[in-house]
């Protein structure tokens, strides 16, 4: 019997970047119906709420709130400011787009808005059905945005391939929690761990509750045999969307997913949890990049790449524990830099609404948009792993972290399938400053906002390469124990 | 980075590694400016760079040829892993970053007419590749040195790829992939080594000196040994890892045929010499049969496919291998001889065959063909060219009172006494068969009656071109008459790395890791060195 409904203020004030976001999707949504005169405002307005939630992040305690349902510490502040970095940048790169395609309403950055405080939860949560409830407030917000552009037939199928089969895994996760609820009693992880690890009735349920789980979460990450939708969605969502997507749901459901992992070897199957890992790193590495070599479409190429970078991500999950947190951490704010600037980069150099985004189609662009061109080669350098970049530094721990750990195997397949990663990547820089330009730009213009969140991601992407002590002096504080 | 600030601010290695990259930014902003002013901007600065690097050599270089070095400054710390920021120049690198330095201004001078867009970009790429280089050739911590190594690839590419010849784009991505494909597996062993530290110490540490003390049982050696070696085997390149090195010169311009030749392939040697060796005595011992076996190869096989090509760029190219070949069978050796040989070999390698390709590119920069049938008689028409070419190919055959002759015949000197007796006699064969193969370049190009008509008003050299030239040339012969002074500030280097590698040796390898007393006499001098340059 519930006797009151009071809400202590200590839970409250732990949740206030979320609240913050909630309601400042809430407000643009409003000012969008009674102020339309402020809607090019609108975009700025989230960014200035996502810079003030980073804020409200950095001041939270390291504290458990409503009973141990969420939790603050110094590692989830970590996780969450990386997503609000994304989140920012995504919405300064959308900006131009959506005003280009006419598209401009106050749906669009209330839902990113909301989007992020699913997943600012979705890191936080420790108890199973909270990580549920965050996970739906995610992927909601991302349905509807990837067919935010009504008009496009491909947005519209994005979006409901996506839906069709993002519910389908919702429903797995929740029939998973529901069994490992029914095995140990309880839906907190350390209850269930510590249940799973004293022993239960019947464990095959208990490893089929994780495999489900693990399962859902996998197929957000878009690891290997569950990335069958990356590709279509890629293509056919909005690019500075994309950037969001691509990047930010694999920051919350990483740390999910290392949660699941870490609760998945105190019971049955042990250790053989972390060759599932290793079993799924091997095949996302190798079949992502595989695929990623013949494309010929950029965002279909960048969504196998992803692919194969989450492959990477999951090498220290192969020997899960405490100092797994590391390398994740570090590849993850890595990538997010990389392939959230790679998309914003995208969704100003094609223009033309409803194109493909064929590779051939940057000939020569890189004498006609220099510093976009630049920046494209960022990326691209960085998401190939070559230093002094970012994305370097991230596989470098993530080696580092395997062969510690004995994984010397994994590591060599590693670099043979970054070696495969060096060819497709360089071909767009091949393609921008080696072959004559093959079509002059139609309708390019790079915006002011969409420019200065490319800047800004190349920038962190090469100083994160080239003065790493800054990141991961924060990383270092962040870590458990550290 | 105030440390950092105050290093560049002084006469440091700091400072003049950096400052080409440094330089380089203002070119961002020249994209519009003409190319003559471009051109100009960055013969200055490659002029200063060779200011720079002078000066330092004379202000704060050892003459004892021990390690001088930079107050070291941290880089990424973290508790049980620390990679500081920590560069020094001994008798082993000095030769190689002087060199570097000295072929800027000449790469950019021979570049002139050649390179016909971007020279914004030309001279960009050219100066950040200058900064990886030097930066390969001064780090002293392993993590440094992979960065450093790593850089240079990406200009690379786009010189090969943007102003190279009609099969560029091929040529650029076969020379990365190669490149990346090697250095991927040193990457692991690095970080493997790295471990192994951790695992003796508690403390993780890629410093060079830090991981000099970690012996590892044989056959960890051995794999480590042959990760490093497929990284350098494939710059070197070795036979049968080089298919890329042909294609890569052919494409390349003339200036990033000069570099690749002059400086790039010099890093595989470097590394081989500074690195892999000394790491790994038991695994270096372990496979240097298979390793001179391949060197051989490369002598032999570069030298006849060289010999039967119709092209000149593609004759130089080939020859590379051979020289190449030739300075890893001395490595191999172990010998002090053999090594002061190899060292000076790559000098002698990066002057004459850099004055090669030189000279093959003003002959495509007037006719814009490189083939031996477009060609016969020049000697009449061009006649202060052949004399070039005639002298720089001597230089490369290795004839007596040219540089050629002393790293070879030093090489051959050290094998011999090394006990490598048949590999020397195999060796020797190459010289004979680089005689055949340079001549026949000389005869079809040079003497002979004037083949074709076109070539009859061919222009012979101008100032800017023996302004290119003449200081290769002059350094040929310096180094071939009065060896002693180039060969002496290495010795000290090459004679405590050479004693470290031997004592080791002949220890067995222990069974299980375990980390050296600090007694090594290299160590010491490295510490010997540091203490006196505090500053």
Redesign the interface.
Known sequence: VIASFEIPAADLAALAPEILLAAAGTAILLLEAFAPGLRRTLCGLAVAATVAAAWLVAGLAPATAFHGLVEATPLTGAFSQAILAVTGLALLASDGWLRRERLLAGEYPALVLWCACGLLLLVRSVELLSIFLALELLSVGLYGLAGFHRRLAVSAEAAIKYFLMGAFVSSFVLFGIALLYGETGSTRIDAVAAALSAGTRSPGLAVFGLLLLAAGFAFKLGLVPFHAWTPDVYQGAPSPFVAFLSVAPKIGSAVVLVRILDLAVQGPLGARWADLAAILAVASMLVGNLFALVQRDLKRMLAYSGVAHMGYLLIPLSAPGPDAWRPVLVYLVAYALMNAGAFAVVSILYARAGEQHAISNLSGWGSRFPLLAACLTVFMVSLAGVPPTAGFLGKYFVFLHAIEHGRLALALVGIAASLVGVAYYLRVVYVLYMKPEASAPEGVRADAAGTAAVLLAAAATLVLGLFPSRLLGWVVAALPGG | ?GGFGSLLADASITCFVFFPTLAALPLMLM?RASARTVKVYGLVVALLEVALIAHWTLESWDAAGMVARDPAL??????GLTIAYEVGVDGISLPLVLLTGLLLPIVLLGSWRGIER?WAGFVGSMLVLTTGVLGALVALDLFLF??FW??M??PM??II??WGGER??RA??KF??FT??GS??M??AI??L??SHAGLTGAWSFRYEDLLRVDLPAGQQLWLFAAFAAAFGVKVPMFPVHTWLPDAHVEAPTGGSVVLAGILLKLGTYGFLRFALPLFPHGAQALAPVLVFLALVGIVYGALVAWVQPDLKKLVAYSSIAHLGFVMLGILAADLVAWQGALLQMVNHGLSTGALFLLVGMLYDRRHTKKFEDFGGLAKVVPWYSLALVFSALASVGLPALNGFVGEFLILLGTWDAGLRLAAGVAAFGVVLAAVYLLHMLQATLWGPLTREENRGLRDLDAREIATLAPLCLLMLWIGVAPRGFLEPSRPALESVLSDYRARIERPAPERPTLLDGGGAERRAFAMASAERER
């Open positions: 980075m994209g941290p880089w990424i710390e973290l508790p971007h992979y960065v790593e850089v690839l990406i590419y786009f790829g943007i560029r784009v650029a991505v990365f992939l990346m494909g991927l597996f990457l692991l970080l493997w790295g471990w």
